[in-house]
Protein backbone atom coordinates (compact mmCIF):
# COMPACT_ATOMS: atom_id res chain seq x y z
CA UNK A 1 0.00 0.00 0.00
CA UNK A 2 1.64 3.61 -1.31
CA UNK A 3 0.59 6.45 1.25
CA UNK A 4 0.64 9.66 -0.32
CA UNK A 5 1.56 12.79 1.75
CA UNK A 6 1.81 16.69 1.43
CA UNK A 7 5.10 18.55 2.15
CA UNK A 8 4.36 22.47 1.84
CA UNK A 9 7.16 24.27 0.26
CA UNK A 10 7.04 28.19 -0.22
CA UNK A 11 3.71 29.45 -0.09
CA UNK A 12 1.68 27.60 -2.23
CA UNK A 13 3.16 24.44 -3.28
CA UNK A 14 3.08 20.61 -2.20
CA UNK A 15 5.57 18.21 -3.32
CA UNK A 16 3.77 14.72 -3.00
CA UNK A 17 5.60 12.46 -0.84
CA UNK A 18 4.62 8.94 -1.91
CA UNK A 19 5.37 6.19 0.98
CA UNK A 20 6.04 2.32 0.67
CA UNK A 21 5.61 1.76 4.14
CA UNK A 22 6.18 -2.27 3.70
CA UNK A 23 9.95 -1.29 2.81
CA UNK A 24 10.19 2.10 4.08
CA UNK A 25 10.93 3.23 0.68
CA UNK A 26 10.03 7.07 -0.74
CA UNK A 27 9.04 9.16 -3.72
CA UNK A 28 8.55 12.51 -4.20
CA UNK A 29 6.96 14.46 -6.83
CA UNK A 30 8.20 17.92 -8.06
CA UNK A 31 10.54 19.53 -5.27
CA UNK A 32 10.88 22.86 -6.13
CA UNK A 33 12.71 22.89 -2.27
CA UNK A 34 14.70 20.11 -1.24
CA UNK A 35 14.46 21.49 2.38
CA UNK A 36 11.03 20.01 3.32
CA UNK A 37 11.89 16.48 2.10
CA UNK A 38 15.36 16.54 3.78
CA UNK A 39 13.93 17.68 7.26
CA UNK A 40 11.28 14.76 6.46
CA UNK A 41 13.68 12.36 6.05
CA UNK A 42 15.42 13.47 9.27
CA UNK A 43 12.36 12.70 11.21
CA UNK A 44 11.66 9.50 9.94
CA UNK A 45 15.16 7.40 10.03
CA UNK A 46 15.38 4.77 8.09
CA UNK A 47 13.61 5.77 5.19
CA UNK A 48 14.90 6.00 1.66
CA UNK A 49 14.58 8.61 -1.37
CA UNK A 50 13.99 6.37 -4.72
CA UNK A 51 12.61 8.39 -6.81
CA UNK A 52 11.74 11.89 -8.22
CA UNK A 53 9.24 12.86 -10.44
CA UNK A 54 9.13 15.88 -12.28
CA UNK A 55 6.29 17.36 -14.38
CA UNK A 56 7.88 20.69 -15.82
CA UNK A 57 10.74 22.67 -15.66
CA UNK A 58 9.34 25.91 -13.88
CA UNK A 59 11.55 26.54 -10.61
CA UNK A 60 9.51 26.00 -8.05
CA UNK A 61 8.85 22.41 -9.64
CA UNK A 62 13.08 21.76 -9.77
CA UNK A 63 14.89 23.55 -7.27
CA UNK A 64 15.38 20.87 -5.27
CA UNK A 65 16.44 17.94 -7.33
CA UNK A 66 19.88 18.53 -7.41
CA UNK A 67 20.24 19.16 -3.96
CA UNK A 68 18.29 15.94 -2.94
CA UNK A 69 19.75 13.89 -5.72
CA UNK A 70 23.36 14.81 -4.56
CA UNK A 71 22.05 13.88 -0.70
CA UNK A 72 20.18 10.45 -1.68
CA UNK A 73 20.87 9.69 -5.00
CA UNK A 74 17.40 9.45 -5.86
CA UNK A 75 16.51 8.67 -9.89
CA UNK A 76 15.17 11.78 -11.19
CA UNK A 77 12.72 11.12 -14.34
CA UNK A 78 11.22 14.10 -16.15
CA UNK A 79 10.03 15.69 -19.22
CA UNK A 80 12.46 14.60 -22.27
CA UNK A 81 11.87 17.81 -23.85
CA UNK A 82 12.40 20.20 -21.12
CA UNK A 83 15.73 21.14 -19.33
CA UNK A 84 15.51 19.17 -16.14
CA UNK A 85 18.62 19.48 -13.27
CA UNK A 86 20.27 15.93 -12.81
CA UNK A 87 17.82 14.12 -14.81
CA UNK A 88 18.03 10.49 -15.35
CA UNK A 89 15.10 8.96 -16.87
CA UNK A 90 13.72 10.99 -19.77
CA UNK A 91 10.31 10.74 -20.55
CA UNK A 92 8.27 11.04 -23.36
CA UNK A 93 4.37 10.90 -23.98
CA UNK A 94 2.96 7.37 -23.49
CA UNK A 95 6.41 6.20 -21.50
CA UNK A 96 5.81 4.05 -18.88
CA UNK A 97 8.01 4.39 -14.86
CA UNK A 98 7.95 2.29 -12.38
CA UNK A 99 8.32 3.89 -8.83
CA UNK A 100 7.23 2.22 -5.79
CA UNK A 101 6.68 -0.66 -7.69
CA UNK A 102 3.76 1.41 -9.48
CA UNK A 103 3.73 1.52 -12.47
CA UNK A 104 2.79 5.52 -14.61
CA UNK A 105 1.82 6.50 -17.93
CA UNK A 106 2.90 9.40 -19.36
CA UNK A 107 0.93 11.83 -20.54
CA UNK A 108 1.84 14.70 -22.89
CA UNK A 109 0.28 18.07 -21.04
CA UNK A 110 1.28 20.39 -23.69
CA UNK A 111 0.24 24.15 -22.51
CA UNK A 112 1.67 25.57 -18.81
CA UNK A 113 4.88 24.90 -20.51
CA UNK A 114 5.60 22.83 -24.35
CA UNK A 115 6.86 19.34 -22.53
CA UNK A 116 4.64 19.50 -19.47
CA UNK A 117 3.38 15.95 -18.33
CA UNK A 118 1.90 14.43 -15.78
CA UNK A 119 1.88 10.93 -14.28
CA UNK A 120 -1.24 8.80 -14.03
CA UNK A 121 -1.38 5.07 -12.19
CA UNK A 122 -4.15 3.00 -11.71
CA UNK A 123 -2.70 0.35 -9.77
CA UNK A 124 -3.20 1.66 -6.44
CA UNK A 125 -6.92 0.84 -5.15
CA UNK A 126 -8.57 4.56 -6.24
CA UNK A 127 -6.37 5.74 -9.92
CA UNK A 128 -4.24 8.72 -9.09
CA UNK A 129 -3.03 11.38 -11.01
CA UNK A 130 -0.44 13.91 -10.49
CA UNK A 131 -1.63 16.60 -12.93
CA UNK A 132 1.73 19.50 -11.85
CA UNK A 133 0.43 22.71 -13.55
CA UNK A 134 -1.85 21.46 -16.07
CA UNK A 135 -4.88 21.01 -13.84
CA UNK A 136 -5.54 22.26 -10.80
CA UNK A 137 -8.42 22.15 -8.40
CA UNK A 138 -11.48 24.11 -9.72
CA UNK A 139 -9.30 25.57 -12.31
CA UNK A 140 -5.74 25.23 -14.62
CA UNK A 141 -2.60 26.44 -14.95
CA UNK A 142 -1.71 29.87 -16.72
CA UNK A 143 -0.33 29.33 -20.15
CA UNK A 144 3.22 30.31 -20.40
CA UNK A 145 4.53 28.78 -23.80
CA UNK A 146 1.68 26.48 -25.03
CA UNK A 147 -1.09 27.25 -26.64
CA UNK A 148 -4.81 27.54 -25.82
CA UNK A 149 -6.04 24.87 -27.94
CA UNK A 150 -3.14 22.76 -27.18
CA UNK A 151 -3.74 23.23 -23.21
CA UNK A 152 -7.77 22.48 -23.89
CA UNK A 153 -6.78 19.26 -25.45
CA UNK A 154 -4.79 18.21 -22.95
CA UNK A 155 -7.93 19.19 -20.21
CA UNK A 156 -10.01 17.01 -22.34
CA UNK A 157 -7.15 14.08 -21.60
CA UNK A 158 -7.22 14.55 -18.55
CA UNK A 159 -11.40 14.75 -18.03
CA UNK A 160 -11.56 11.21 -19.77
CA UNK A 161 -9.69 9.58 -17.32
CA UNK A 162 -12.21 7.85 -14.74
CA UNK A 163 -14.36 9.98 -12.23
CA UNK A 164 -12.45 8.01 -9.06
CA UNK A 165 -9.26 9.32 -10.37
CA UNK A 166 -7.50 11.35 -7.71
CA UNK A 167 -5.96 14.28 -8.65
CA UNK A 168 -3.01 15.63 -6.68
CA UNK A 169 -1.95 18.83 -8.16
CA UNK A 170 1.16 21.30 -7.04
CA UNK A 171 -0.08 23.85 -5.70
CA UNK A 172 -2.86 25.68 -3.33
CA UNK A 173 -5.17 27.61 -5.30
CA UNK A 174 -8.58 25.92 -5.06
CA UNK A 175 -10.21 28.41 -3.14
CA UNK A 176 -9.33 31.49 -5.38
CA UNK A 177 -9.96 29.06 -8.51
CA UNK A 178 -13.64 28.44 -6.74
CA UNK A 179 -14.27 31.83 -6.83
CA UNK A 180 -14.03 32.45 -10.20
CA UNK A 181 -15.61 28.93 -11.25
CA UNK A 182 -18.56 30.99 -9.21
CA UNK A 183 -18.45 34.33 -11.30
CA UNK A 184 -18.33 31.36 -14.67
CA UNK A 185 -21.75 29.32 -13.40
CA UNK A 186 -23.15 31.34 -10.32
CA UNK A 187 -26.42 29.13 -10.40
CA UNK A 188 -23.83 25.60 -10.69
CA UNK A 189 -25.21 23.91 -7.10
CA UNK A 190 -22.11 22.19 -6.80
CA UNK A 191 -19.75 24.80 -7.32
CA UNK A 192 -21.37 26.63 -4.65
CA UNK A 193 -21.12 23.48 -2.55
CA UNK A 194 -17.15 23.20 -3.06
CA UNK A 195 -16.87 26.81 -2.73
CA UNK A 196 -18.54 26.59 1.05
CA UNK A 197 -16.06 23.26 1.68
CA UNK A 198 -13.28 24.75 1.01
CA UNK A 199 -13.84 28.31 2.03
CA UNK A 200 -14.37 26.48 5.59
CA UNK A 201 -11.14 24.24 4.85
CA UNK A 202 -8.85 27.17 3.92
CA UNK A 203 -9.91 28.96 7.24
CA UNK A 204 -8.72 26.14 9.36
CA UNK A 205 -6.13 26.20 7.16
CA UNK A 206 -6.22 22.62 6.30
CA UNK A 207 -5.35 21.27 2.46
CA UNK A 208 -8.26 20.86 -0.12
CA UNK A 209 -6.51 18.37 -2.10
CA UNK A 210 -6.78 15.66 -3.08
CA UNK A 211 -9.30 16.47 -5.90
CA UNK A 212 -11.33 14.08 -8.16
CA UNK A 213 -11.70 13.84 -12.31
CA UNK A 214 -15.24 13.61 -11.08
CA UNK A 215 -15.29 16.66 -9.00
CA UNK A 216 -13.72 18.45 -11.75
CA UNK A 217 -16.21 17.19 -14.30
CA UNK A 218 -18.83 18.53 -12.25
CA UNK A 219 -17.10 22.12 -10.90
CA UNK A 220 -14.18 23.35 -12.81
CA UNK A 221 -15.39 25.75 -15.51
CA UNK A 222 -12.50 25.11 -17.63
CA UNK A 223 -13.83 21.70 -18.14
CA UNK A 224 -16.92 22.43 -19.12
CA UNK A 225 -16.14 24.10 -22.14
CA UNK A 226 -19.23 22.11 -23.43
CA UNK A 227 -21.51 23.53 -21.21
CA UNK A 228 -24.20 26.01 -22.79
CA UNK A 229 -24.33 28.54 -19.93
CA UNK A 230 -19.98 28.48 -19.83
CA UNK A 231 -19.95 29.04 -23.37
CA UNK A 232 -22.62 31.96 -22.50
CA UNK A 233 -20.53 33.72 -19.95
CA UNK A 234 -17.55 33.61 -22.19
CA UNK A 235 -19.30 35.14 -24.83
CA UNK A 236 -20.41 37.40 -22.39
CA UNK A 237 -17.67 38.46 -21.14
CA UNK A 238 -15.28 38.43 -24.59
CA UNK A 239 -18.22 40.79 -26.65
CA UNK A 240 -18.57 38.20 -29.16
CA UNK A 241 -19.30 34.47 -30.01
CA UNK A 242 -16.38 32.29 -29.24
CA UNK A 243 -17.18 29.02 -31.88
CA UNK A 244 -15.47 25.89 -30.70
CA UNK A 245 -14.80 24.56 -27.48
CA UNK A 246 -11.01 25.32 -27.48
CA UNK A 247 -12.02 29.71 -28.03
CA UNK A 248 -14.72 29.12 -25.26
CA UNK A 249 -11.65 27.70 -23.13
CA UNK A 250 -9.25 31.14 -24.51
CA UNK A 251 -11.98 33.24 -23.80
CA UNK A 252 -11.88 32.21 -19.81
CA UNK A 253 -8.41 31.40 -19.48
CA UNK A 254 -7.97 35.31 -20.48
CA UNK A 255 -10.71 36.19 -18.08
CA UNK A 256 -9.03 34.38 -14.91
CA UNK A 257 -5.45 35.40 -15.62
CA UNK A 258 -7.31 39.41 -14.93
CA UNK A 259 -9.75 38.13 -12.51
Not at 105 to 114: C, D, F, K, N, S
Request: hydrophobic fraction near 40%; charged fraction near 20%.
Amino acid sequence: MIQIDALPAFSDNYIWLLQDTAKRHCAVVDPGDAQPVLDWLEANPGWELKDILITHHHHDHVGGVAELKRATGARVSGPASEHIPGRDLALEDNAQVTVLGLTFEVLAMPGHTLGHIAFYTAQTPTPVLFSGDTLFAGGCGRLFEGTPAQMHNSLERLAALPDATEVYCAHEYTLSNLRFAKAVEPSNSDVLARLEEVTRLRADERITLPSSIGLERLTNPFLRTAETSVKQKADEWKGHSNEGQAAVFAALRSWKDGF
